[in-house]
């Protein structure tokens, strides 16, 4: 089974929509992150989360909630985004923060169209 | 201040020829980390390789290696023996500590096309 997985993989959505991406890791980590990854620009950090406890949130909008019930899911409460913040959202796990030799598996990415 | 560079926007290499795509990082830690991921059309992140500041030898993993030049700050990847499969794009990113974040700080990518 793969490792990270997300879904939706698609989502449209309108700006007075409310959804969520769901995001679950199958290998026992204990560290999970959002990333936004928008056309021509690298990756950004969105949040972390250490055993169910966030830990970082990197200056991210309220409308953008997330959640994270256990260390094997994660998920992202979506409302009234606006169109730029249309992006692939990548989630991505690891064993843990301790190091900086800890290796984040990524998922396969939302690709998440605001209209 | 940007912590990854990769200057190359986009590369062309011939089918089983060997390509190295260029990262150069930014950081005033002794201890950081140093990754390669491929990312294809479909999405998904996929990890290659791996390289710690206080490793000696280069990272290999099969036809990935990375030569690291830590006086240059420089990590490249090396692709040997190029496939159709490897035209993806590339990220260089570094974990440090220096701002105490526990993520990655990633670069632009470099777009690989292998041609037949």
């Known amino acids: 089974e793969t490792g990270v997985t997300q879904t939706p993989r698609h989502l449209v959505m309108g700006m007075t929509n409310k959804k969520s991406l769901k995001c679950e890791q199958h290998l026992g980590h204990n560290a999970m992150y959002w990333y936004k990854q928008s056309a021509k620009k690298p990756l950004e950090l969105m949040f972390v989360y250490s055993l169910e406890e966030r830990v970082e949130n990197n200056s991210v909008p309220s409308r953008f909630s997330p959640e994270c019930p256990n260390s094997s899911h994660l998920f992202l409460h979506l409302h009234t985004l606006q169109p730029e913040d249309s992006a692939l959202y990548l989630c991505?796990?690891?064993?843990?923060?301790?190091?900086?030799?800890?290796?984040?598996?990524f998922g396969p990415g939302t690709r998440l169209l605001v209209l | 201040a940007q912590k990854i560079t990769q200057t190359q926007p986009g590369m062309f290499v011939q089918e089983k020829e060997a390509v190295t795509l260029d990262c150069t990082y930014d950081?005033?830690?002794?201890?950081?980390?140093l990754f390669w991921y491929k990312q294809p059309s479909s999405g998904e992140m996929i990890f290659l390789i791996y390289q710690g500041s206080y490793d000696e030898q280069n990272a290999t993993e099969g036809r990935y290696s990375l030569n690291f030049q830590k006086a240059r700050k420089s990590a490249n990847l090396v692709i040997s023996a190029s496939q159709l499969g490897d035209s993806a794009m590339y990220f260089c990113?570094?974990?440090?500590?220096?701002?105490?974040?526990?993520?990655?700080?990633f670069g632009s990518g470099t777009r690989l096309q292998v041609q037949p």
């Open positions: 991505a796990s690891s064993q843990g923060l301790a190091g900086t030799q800890e290796t984040q598996y």
């Open positions: 950081t005033s830690d002794q201890s950081y980390g």
């Open positions: 990113a570094m974990r440090d500590h220096h701002t105490g974040r526990r993520a990655l700080t």
